[in-house]
């Protein structure tokens, strides 16, 4: 970051007009935040076509991302620039534009002058998050998430004023583009160490104009095994969600690196922490109550068509929504098969990993957040320590699953040759195969020879 800097001084130096530094680099310069900066925001007043040709002398790779308005970016070496042309006649009129007093800050380059006509670094210090004007998130309401994840991030509070308005305008957070509202949501998300965003969301009425059934979560979800409404339960799946991410809850046999596929803009550690939130916001559909007892049978399944519909509008990527609605409808499965408790499980576990494959460890990670949510607070028999042990079984079987199908005795072509099979033939007599070999009746090459010529 050090040398994009210079960079642009230099470049300041050698065509003039006048830069400034604005936005995260300040915020996290200000709070001392522990971020490897990688991006920073810059307000040039001058010729932008002429200093969007130097920065691309010196190496960055530069395009528009609204050139109309004078908008860029560049990146070079993973730190990435962004750079706008000056609104207004100068800088204190740029800055009343900005949403909240601390993105209201600029540091003018070549002289090191701080530029602060709204406090924002008293708020900083102070941890206050209040807008520029009375108007800010009136104007734009996306800025209502923006605030949460400042909040969230800087672990930061909401001024009076902002909060009232954030509470008023709550109700027309849906009306913003479906895209500003994924980026926000996500980003809300990617911060949240403490496990404490929807939570914070439900606190000033935004969730429910985000998510359906929230207020309706709210009291329901008390029955046998349960002794909290079903929205409470859905928070404490998600932090201990959190909490297994941050290591400060081990599952053995989980491999923590496939939450850090990337997907569009996102890891599947966000997806996937949204996922485990959700996942039982199908009880508001099949909530029933007969004298005393009170079952949710099927919400597995109605939470998925929940759940697709709630991707759809908000814009999720293809496969993000896919993850999100598996583990929504499955997350009950390794529950189901440890409460069975069947004489074969292999043929179980095998249907199990072939009907979710590559899903299966982000099912059993949230199945194991939804047990220990529940019986962190209600466990009379003590049963927890078997299901664990038994969620660990799983993701050894599943281990042992993925070795069969990555080492096969044969190919596709040499079964022909064995066979003379074709088409789906060869498929059903390589899936018998690796059924066999998984449930331990074909354990050699020759074996499996054996088994095709009879």
Not at 77 to 99: C, F, P, T, W, Y
Not at 250 to 277: D, H, M, P, V, W
Not at 404 to 423: D, L, P
Request: net charge positive.
């Amino acid at each position: 970051m050090k040398f994009a800097v210079e960079d642009i001084k230099n470049i300041l130096n050698d065509i003039g007009g006048t830069g400034y530094i604005i936005g995260g680099y300040i915020r996290d310069k200000m709070t001392n935040h522990k971020n490897n900066i990688k991006d920073i925001d810059i307000i040039y007043e001058g010729n932008i076509g002429l200093f969007i040709n130097k920065l691309k002398e010196k190496g960055y790779s530069v395009f528009p991302l609204k050139q109309d308005k004078g908008i860029y970016r560049a990146s070079k070496e993973a730190v990435i620039i962004d750079i706008a042309e000056l609104k207004g006649n100068d800088i204190e009129e740029d800055l009343k534009s900005r949403d909240f007093t601390i993105n209201a800050v600029a540091l003018k380059l070549i002289d090191n002058k701080i530029i602060d006509i709204f406090d924002g670094r008293k708020h900083m210090k102070s941890r206050i998050i209040h807008e520029v004007s009375p108007n800010s998130i009136k104007n734009d309401k996306i800025r209502i998430l923006r605030a949460f994840r400042f909040a969230i991030k800087y672990d930061m509070h909401f001024s009076k004023s902002c909060q009232e308005h954030i509470i008023e305008e709550s109700k027309y957070i849906k009306d913003c583009p479906k895209e500003r509202i994924l980026s926000e949501l996500m980003q809300i998300i990617e911060h949240d160490n403490n496990g404490i965003a929807f939570e914070e969301l439900d606190k000033y009425h935004v969730l429910k104009n985000l998510i359906p059934y929230v207020d309706e979560l709210k009291v329901i979800g008390k029955c046998k095994y349960h002794i909290e409404d079903a929205f409470t339960h859905m928070k404490l799946v998600y932090k201990n969600f959190k909490e297994v991410l941050q290591q400060e809850q081990n599952i053995n046999g989980l491999e923590l690196n496939i939450f850090n596929e990337q997907i569009g803009e996102f890891k599947t550690r966000e997806y996937a922490a949204f996922a485990a939130f959700c996942h039982d916001i199908g009880k508001a559909k099949c909530y029933r109550k007969i004298g005393e007892r009170v079952s949710f049978i099927g919400h597995d399944e109605q939470g998925a068509i929940i759940m697709r519909e709630v991707c759809r509008k908000l814009g999720f990527p293809k496969r993000a929504q896919k993850l999100i609605i598996k583990l929504v409808e499955a997350h009950m499965y390794p529950l189901s098969l440890c409460k069975n408790k069947v004489k074969n499980p292999k043929k179980s576990f095998y249907k199990f990993f072939s009907r979710y494959n590559e899903y299966i460890p982000y099912i059993l990670t949230l199945s194991y957040c939804d047990m220990h949510a529940t019986k962190m607070l209600y466990d009379p028999d003590n049963e927890e320590e078997e299901f664990i042990n038994y969620i660990e079984r799983l993701f050894e079987e599943y281990s042992l699953y993925k070795k069969v199908k990555g080492n096969r005795f044969f190919n596709g072509k040499e079964i022909i040759e064995f066979t003379g099979a074709k088409g789906e033939q060869i498929k059903e007599i390589l899936e018998e195969l690796d059924r066999l070999t998984y449930y331990g009746q074909i354990n050699s090459r020759e074996e499996a020879i054996k088994w095709i010529k009879g």
